[in-house]
């Protein structure tokens, strides 16, 4: 069984998701970042496909790299994983906003990974305009707490992979 994880990462935290998923899995996972890379699925069997949100859509390359195999990924097993600091949107509408209809027809699993806000890697303008939106939010919601990474979200697909 040969499984493929695609990723796309700005700031590192979906890099870090794939990596706790690499160390963690019993499987070999065959890792491909679409940011240096064009990756053919023909030869695999399951395709993971990881990807920040962003503005309510995952990352713009991995759409763009969804939308150019689907015909293959259409016929593949996929696991979605979403990363972002919005946990409480529905995960199927950002994957609805993102994906081609032909590759969401069949029934695949998603997994909502959580996020994190690395400032130190934006640039200036990203970081003043995001700490603006955190503190109007959080003066909304009475709460300083900053979104984090789900492990037990990690943790449940570590075992769905191990379960493949
Ligand atoms: C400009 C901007 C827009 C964002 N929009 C969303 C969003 O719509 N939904 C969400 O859940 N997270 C959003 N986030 C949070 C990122 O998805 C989160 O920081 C994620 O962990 C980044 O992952 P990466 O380092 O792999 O790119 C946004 C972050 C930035 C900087």
């Known amino acids: 069984m040969q499984i493929a994880v695609v990723y796309v990462s700005n700031t590192g935290v979906t890099e870090t998701v794939v990596d706790k998923l690499k160390k963690a899995t019993k499987k070999t996972l065959s890792v491909y970042n679409v940011k240096n890379e064009d990756p053919e699925m023909r030869l695999s069997d399951v395709v993971i496909i990881a990807a920040p949100v962003y503005i309510g859509r995952t ?5 763009k790299w969804v939308k150019k195999h689907q015909d293959v990924l259409k016929r593949k097993h996929l696991i ?10 529905n995960p199927l509408d950002t994957l609805k906003n993102s ?4 590759i969401l027809k069949k029934h695949h699993s998603v997994y909502h990974c959580g996020g994190e806000f690395r ?8 970081r003043f305009l995001i700490k603006l939106v955190i503190k109007s939010k959080q003066k909304e919601s009475g709460s300083d707490a900053l979104p984090t990474l789900n492990q037990s979200s990690i943790n449940a697909l570590t075992k769905a992979i191990d379960a493949l």
Request: hydrophobic residues 45%.
């Open 59 to 63: 990352h713009k390359l991995m759409r």
């Open 80 to 89: 979605f994983v979403l990363v972002g600091g919005e946990e409480t949107v």
């Open 99 to 102: 994906y081609p209809e032909a």
């Open 119 to 126: 400032f130190e890697r934006m640039g200036f303008f990203r």
